[in-house]
């Protein structure tokens, strides 16, 4: 039956874009591991850089202190008064002090530095990494993807040609059918339609094996036809014997 062979490519086809369906969503999940090895990388770089940022305004500070520092000790000497020389000693001894606070503050910074350097080197290493091997699976499921619509293509091309086989009213009524469900058409054994598992009337299940034709199922609309309409029963497919 020209109808049966249609649908066996319309089945054959949604299932091959069945099972396409999840390769989208792969490379889009291994690019989003990309994406968060990628976010992991620049936020270490950026951490790096802030701290850099602090060094370098640590040292400003530090250069300006001692500047202070020292025009301070300058003065020292120009002072009259006993209280005046007190308070520019003193002064000049918190900003020692302030400075010596600073340079341990850079010390740690600097050791600070050297370790983000590292976690850096090693977070962009594993994005590399990461990068080769996302990039090999995503050309496997590319290819992949391109084997099934290739295949598709192909069935696409059978169909038109297995269409026209089939009676223009009938290919009509299985378009709207399968539609809204697939198969659209399906057997009836034993009295019952194998879409919807509802028997059928009894003199249309002997009009559909008398006839081999096709007709609707009163309950599932379906397109139905005995199994023999199908396939035909192996005695009649061989071929006679020689006496």
Known sequence: MALAELQKLDLESAALRKAAEVYPRQMAELERELGVARGAVEAERARLLDV????RTLEQNISDEKEKVKK???????????????????????????????????VELGKGMAALRETVKVKEQEHLARVDQVAGRLAELRQKTESFNAQVK??????????????????QRYETVRRKRMPALVTVVAGTCQGCNMNVPPQLYNTLKTTLGTDICPSCHRIICAPEAIEPPAAARAPAAKG
Do not use: C, F
């Open 52 to 55: 850099d940022r602090q060094r």
């Open 72 to 106: 301070w000790e300058g003065r020292l000497a120009e002072q009259r008064s006993t209280r005046e020389y007190a308070a520019l000693a003193r002064e000049i001894d918190i900003a020692k002090k302030a400075n010596l606070t600073m340079a341990e503050e850079l």
């Open 154 to 171: 192909g069935l696409d091309g059978q169909r038109a040609t297995a269409a026209a086989q089939v009676h223009p009213p009938l290919l």
